[in-house]
T-cell receptor, first 110, second 117 residues
Framework: GNSVTQMEGPVTLSEEAFLTINCTYT??????LFWYVQYPGEGLQLLLK?????DKGSNKGFEATYRKETTSFHLEKGSVQVSDSAVYFC?????????FGQGTELSVKP | GAVVSQHPSWVICKSGTSVKIECRSL??????MFWYRQFPKQSLMLMAT?????????EQGVEKDKFLINHASLTLSTLTVTSAHPEDSSFYIC?????????????FGEGSRLTVL
């Protein structure tokens, strides 16, 4: 079946460091891909999405490119801030349901 | 953007009692809503798909008599945890899909933290 695999956390970075959170997926066809963010004590918020191969989703300085050849959707940000500390979930759309990766906790230190 | 609201945001109950959690789509209609359960530092586990006007579809291993789901209108789904026990303590999150959207994007509620004593 379809699945999503993320790099394990926690990831700890200093402010202004470069961020990459790896995400790979297994799916039939070409599902839409998403990154969601969960701040402490809150629900999930959509961060960005891509609906087809080579699409780049971007929001709040975060980017991810839908790579069909490597079945990946890695999340990147050039300069992280303390306020980016959260748990990040990669997900794919399977027949209307979202299949989530296990989540990657990011902690940014000042 | 679309807003999904859950109520209550946290609840504490005694073992053996039942607890109802509401999920509302505030500015769009949702023929389908989803209920997830999240354990500390873990991913979201899909419990069931709530369909307006029909029975919910439960994922494997989820007890439908334990977790009652009702989706009586296009903007409201409820999850009732019946005869709650301490192991039911968890963070429950609902999400809703705008039936006009084509990308499969889901909008999530703020979550409801249940603690069973």
């Amino acid at each position: 079946g379809n699945s999503v695999t993320q790099m394990e956390g926690p990831v700890t970075l200093s402010e202004e460091a470069f961020l990459t959170i790896n995400c790979t997926y297994t799916a039939t066809g070409y599902p839409s891909l998403f990154w969601y963010v969960q701040y402490p004590g809150e629900g999930l918020q959509l961060l960005l999405k891509a609906t087809k191969a080579d699409d780049k989703g971007s929001n709040k300085g975060f980017e991810a490119t839908y790579r069909k050849e490597t079945t990946s959707f890695h999340l990147e940000k050039g300069s992280v801030q303390v306020s980016d500390s959260a748990v990040y979930f990669c997900a794919l759309n399977q027949g209307g349901k979202l299949i989530f990766g296990q989540g990657t906790e990011l902690s940014v230190k000042p | 953007g679309a807003v999904v609201s859950q109520h209550p945001s946290w609840v504490i109950c005694k073992s053996g009692t039942s607890v109802k959690i509401e999920c509302r789509s505030l500015d769009f209609q949702a023929t389908t809503m989803f209920w997830y359960r999240q354990f500390p530092k873990q991913s979201l586990m899909l419990m069931a798909t709530s369909n307006e006007g029909s029975k919910a579809t439960y994922e494997q291993g989820v007890e439908k008599d334990k977790f009652l789901i009702n989706h009586a209108s296009l903007t409201l789904s409820t999850l009732t945890v019946t005869s709650a026990h301490p192991e039911d303590s968890s963070f429950y999150i609902c999400s809703a899909r705008d039936h006009l959207a084509t990308t499969g994007e889901l909008f999530f509620g703020e979550g409801s933290r249940l603690t069973v004593l």
